[in-house]
């Protein structure tokens, strides 16, 4: 990924639209990344990995409530602590 200042940004930035299709610009003020550009495909990628992460999310959560519901009065009342005892004490 190319990292240009946000003054070279300014002044180049037919170039750096042309590099973005190449690959990711990041662009700096001050030494800190302010802005990124990306190419159009690049950004239809990102937003579909969001997409799928947030379905992703839902169906996990899905799955631990289904999971949770079928624990056992007594393991419902485990705490954090005694899990991790029982952890080292099978190790």
């Known amino acids: 990924m190319r990292t240009v200042t946000s003054v ?4 180049h930035f037919g170039e750096l639209l042309d590099n973005a299709q190449r690959e990711p610009i990041t662009i700096t ?9 990306v190419s159009p495909q ?3 990628d990102l937003q579909d990995a969001r997409r799928k992460r947030g379905t992703a999310v839902v169906e996990f959560e899905a799955y ?3 999971a949770d519901a079928m624990l056992t009065t007594a393991a419902r009342e485990l705490t954090d602590e005694d899990v991790t005892r029982m952890v080292k004490e099978s190790r």
């Not at 070279?8 to 002044?11: I, V």
């Not at 001050?30 to 550009?37: D, E, H, K």
């Open 42 to 44: 690049d950004m239809r």
């Open 29 to 37: 003020r001050r030494g800190r990344p302010v802005a990124f550009v």
């Open 8 to 11: 070279e940004a300014q002044n």
């Open 64 to 66: 631990f409530a289904k």
